[in-house]
């Protein structure tokens, strides 16, 4: 497995105004994931990081509102742009780690985002 | 791809054995099980690649149904630590990622 850590752990912020999530993971990893879990709600993916290319957005999420960067195997980072009271959700990242098997992920502990 | 889950709320006697299904019309190439606890991140229970394949993990079962499309997680012996939102997620090779099903809240009564 892996030991991910993000920051913030939760915020609380104006609608208009952006933030940006950071996730750090303690070894190399080529696949970083974004999702977003909404109150209530189960987890759904924004999009896949790769180490040296452009992130993959899933349907329904696009670059301008959640633009992310991926600098190196050990960090991305996730922002949420020109936030609407809708962004409140708890954003997670997730890693395939190389020594395990494929599909599977391990998850950091999330970033609660409030807006108001 | 839709991964149906099952029962959605589960309230429970301290010491009672339960199961959460999971169902979908869709063939998986794995399955996994994770508990998220309130503030937390999901957490990987189980991890299923075979048809058929039943794994334990302490007082955990879950087995992949032999199609591919279904699996269980069966607790025994529940304790309060229990409670949490059990999930499933399941990956198929047309899509590349990994689908949640929609989550079982699980209460354990003292």
């Known amino acids: 497995s892996a030991v991910i850590s993000q920051k913030p752990s939760r915020d609380i912020c104006q609608r208009g105004t952006s933030l940006t999530i950071q996730c750090q993971v303690d070894?190399?990893?080529?696949?970083m994931f974004w999702y977003r879990q909404q109150p209530g709600q189960s987890l759904t993916l924004i999009a896949t990081?790769?180490?040296?290319?452009?992130?993959?957005?899933e349907s329904g999420f696009v670059i301008d509102k959640f633009p992310i960067s991926r600098p190196n195997l050990t960090f991305s980072t996730l922002t949420v742009s020109n936030m609407s009271p809708e962004d409140s959700s708890i954003y997670l990242c997730?890693?395939?780690?190389?020594?395990?098997?494929?599909?599977?992920?391990?998850f950091g502990p999330g970033t609660r985002l409030t807006v108001l | 791809q839709l991964l149906e889950q099952s029962p959605q709320f589960l309230s429970i006697q301290e010491g009672e054995n339960l199961t959460v299904y999971c169902n979908s019309s869709?063939?998986?190439?794995?399955l996994q099980w994770y508990r998220q606890e309130p503030g937390e991140g999901p957490v990987l229970l189980i991890a299923?690649?075979?048809?058929?394949e039943l794994t334990s993990n302490g007082r955990l079962t879950a087995q992949f149904g032999i199609t591919r499309k279904d699996s269980f997680l069966n607790i025994s012996a529940s304790i309060p630590s229990d409670v949490g939102i059990y999930f499933c997620?399941?990956?198929?090779?047309?899509?590349?990622?990994?689908?949640f099903g929609q989550g079982t809240t699980l209460q354990v009564k003292p």
């Open positions: 997730s890693v395939e780690t190389p020594s395990g098997q494929e599909d599977t992920q391990y």
């Open positions: 070894s190399q990893v080529t696949m």
């Open positions: 990081a790769n180490q040296g290319s452009e992130a993959t957005y």
């Open positions: 869709s063939v998986f190439s794995s």
């Open positions: 299923l690649y075979k048809a058929g």
């Open positions: 997620a399941g990956s198929t090779i047309e899509a590349g990622k990994l689908i």
